[in-house]
């Protein structure tokens, strides 16, 4: 039934992202129940909390609570790096192909993407793109992305990305992880979060996808590193106030949102095999690692939205992918009936160009 152009009847799966994520009746509470105090003058014994327990479970020195992953990942480029650098990075990488350039806009670099099939760049790769000659720009910043959105949500191996780390610090460069998803990683290879980021200079590692949290994002590294970074912090206009509301989220968040992480790959992988079954549509199944799947169909923005009018929301990146994200509010139930209605729409859109 229609009802004020709303079908009440019409389910909605939402598998645009884990960010859709909305927080739970204990994380509210806690929010409501914080303690809290002006953390532009690192009053907020909330975010305090949040960071230094964080800064624990990751094994470094300091953690500095951030509004967003964009702002903290660009607050640790501009750290790391000097006006004029360039910075490595794998293709695809976060850091330049979804943050509209803020790191020349913000911070004067240049992104020097480097090939990555499944995320992971080569050593030899990686050796190849630093640069120390006068004509070109210094090579300042590696930064790898684990797991790698782009690349399907996939988990770069330890002893892989060990060898990237390594590579990095025998050129005297410091190695930064976008670890917006690091706690999938972990879930995913079955080890500690502090395992995942160990070896890099610093970590940005996000609260508000699949762990949950409305808003927030921690940069971890050194004491020094971090003390940097909080200057860019501020000048980004990050410095918030009475954040402890959100940090008692983010307390929630990395407390007991790391156990929910393997149901989403599970369901994550009912969603690919169920999906590469369905005529017209191609799944990479090597690929899915995670809570990420991409599909591949002959045009992805009409075929999105077809299946968007049916109530399965998902996005469409580029000409022929669409990619759908598992998160705490996907159930298997919802798996089955996405990949009925996603199965109904392909049958009807080739009854359509047959007729
Ligand atoms: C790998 C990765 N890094 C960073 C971010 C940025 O996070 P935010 O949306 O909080 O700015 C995202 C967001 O989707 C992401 O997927």
Same mark, same amino acid.
């Given at each position: ?30 929010? $409501? !129940?914080?303690?809290?105090?002006? =953390? &532009?003058?690192? /009053?907020?014994?909330?975010? #305090?909390? *949040?960071?230094?327990?964080? @800064? ?102 330890? $002893? !892989?990305?060990?060898?990237?780390? =390594? &590579?990095?610090? /025998?050129?005297?460069?410091? #190695?930064? *992880?976008?670890?917006?998803? @690091? ?173």
């Amino acid at each position: 039934m229609k009802v004020g152009g709303y079908d009440a009847a019409m389910p909605s799966i939402d598998l645009r992202s884990d960010t859709v994520t909305v927080p739970d009746e204990a994380m509210r509470r806690a929010m $409501a !129940a914080a303690e809290v105090g002006d =953390d &532009v003058y690192g /009053e907020d014994p909330t975010v #305090i909390r *949040l960071q230094d327990e964080l @800064a624990d479970m990751v094994a470094m020195e300091a953690g500095l609570f951030f509004p967003s992953g964009t702002m903290s990942n660009q607050a640790a480029l501009a750290a790391h790096t000097g006006r004029g650098d360039e910075v490595i990075l794998p293709e695809g990488g976060h850091v330049f192909e979804y943050e509209i350039g803020a790191m020349s806009l913000l911070s004067g670099l240049t992104p020097r993407p480097i090939p990555a099939p499944a995320g992971l760049p080569t050593v030899d790769a990686l050796r190849g793109a630093v640069h120390r000659s006068i004509h070109q720009a210094p090579t300042g910043l590696v930064v790898l992305e684990n797991t790698h959105n782009k690349a399907g949500g996939t988990v770069l191996p330890l $002893a !892989a990305q060990r060898a990237l780390i =390594d &590579v990095a610090h /025998e050129e005297r460069l410091p #190695i930064h *992880l976008d670890g917006a998803r @690091a706690f999938n990683a972990a879930t995913a290879l079955g080890v500690e979060i502090s395992e995942v980021v160990r070896g890099f200079d610093s970590v940005s590692i996000c609260l508000s996808k699949g762990l949950g949290a409305p808003v927030g994002t921690v940069l971890l590294g050194s004491r020094d590193f971090v003390a940097v970074a909080h200057r860019y912090r501020k000048a980004f206009g990050g410095g918030m106030r009475q954040a402890g509301i959100l940090a008692a989220a983010g307390l929630e968040a990395i407390r007991r949102g790391p156990a929910w992480l393997a149901d989403d790959h599970r369901r994550a992988r009912m969603l690919a095999e169920g999906a590469a079954r369905i005529p017209g549509v191609s799944v990479d199944l090597e690929r899915v690692h995670t809570n990420i799947v991409f599909l591949d169909v002959d045009d992805a923005t009409s075929v999105a939205a077809d299946w968007n009018e049916h109530g399965v929301r998902s996005n469409a990146l580029g000409a022929r992918a669409i990619r759908l994200v598992t998160h705490r509010h996907i159930a298997d139930e919802d798996v089955e009936t996405a990949l009925r209605i996603m199965a109904d729409r392909m049958e009807a859109r080739s009854e359509q160009v047959r007729s």
